[in-house]
């Protein structure tokens, strides 16, 4: 079964510095996407970043990129210059490329401090 | 507005009592999960469905059934409610391939 594990329960940073979310996944597939959630205090969730496991390169969404260890089963996130507004809760997810199924792991509540 | 519709938003059950969860999504989209949501524990799949008349079992699926007897919609149920089942209740769908899934606004029920 996968699992999905994310050891790092609460995280803070100051505005405009940068913070690396860590993210641990367990498949035996080799077709399969990766994502980052955010939940802020409105509990909507919201997409922050995917990444298809097939491509190599590292997924970048303007101050959101994922540093991606295929081997390692690793799929971090590194937000830049980071903003008050990005004060929430981060999960980060696994889908099956097999059966659709889509997994969450624990969830990191960041907080940016001003 | 498109997107997925939680129903209801907040409900309060007695151990023992039932009730249905009902999630609706107007994007045509073949996936839908039903999470619940604990301090802790993160989001936790329930059951899940890759089709109209498909549904398959999550990771935390006891206490729980569910039916997709049509596309849009993927009902949740809860036939004998116990306080272990007081969480919020998210539903999501997604179109299966790379692309990411809307979820709903989420149900909060608390089973006293």
């Known amino acids: 079964a996968q699992t999905v594990t994310q050891s790092q329960p609460e995280m803070s940073v100051q505005e405009a510095e940068t913070v690396t979310l860590s993210c641990t996944y367990d498949t035996s597939e080799n077709n399969y996407y990766l994502f980052w959630y955010k939940q802020p205090p409105s509990r909507q969730m919201i997409l922050v970043i995917r990444?298809?496991?097939?491509?190599?390169q590292n997924a970048t969404e303007n101050r959101f990129s994922v540093n991606f260890q295929k081997a390692a089963k690793s799929f971090s996130l590194k937000i830049s210059d980071s903003q008050l507004g990005d004060t929430a809760m981060y999960f980060c997810a696994f889908r099956s490329g097999n059966t659709g199924k889509l997994i969450f792991g624990q969830g990191t509540t960041l907080q940016v401090k001003p | 507005n498109a997107g997925v519709t939680q129903t209801p938003k907040f409900r309060v059950l007695k151990t023992g009592q039932s009730m249905t969860l009902l999630c609706a999504q107007d994007?045509?989209?073949?996936?839908m999960y039903w999470y619940r949501q604990d301090p802790g524990m993160g989001l936790r799949l329930i059951h899940y469905?890759?089709?109209?008349?498909?549904?398959a079992k999550g990771e935390v699926p006891d206490g729980y059934n569910v039916s997709r007897l049509k596309k849009q919609n993927f009902l949740l149920g809860l036939e004998s409610a116990a306080p272990s089942q007081t969480s919020v209740y998210f539903c999501?769908?997604?179109?299966?391939?790379?692309?990411?899934?809307?979820f709903g606004s989420g149900t909060r029920l608390t089973v006293v």
């Open positions: 999501a769908s997604g179109e299966g391939t790379f692309y990411g899934y809307t």
């Open positions: 994007m045509n989209h073949e996936y």
């Open positions: 469905s890759v089709g109209e008349g498909t549904t």
């Open positions: 990444q298809e496991a097939y491509k190599q």
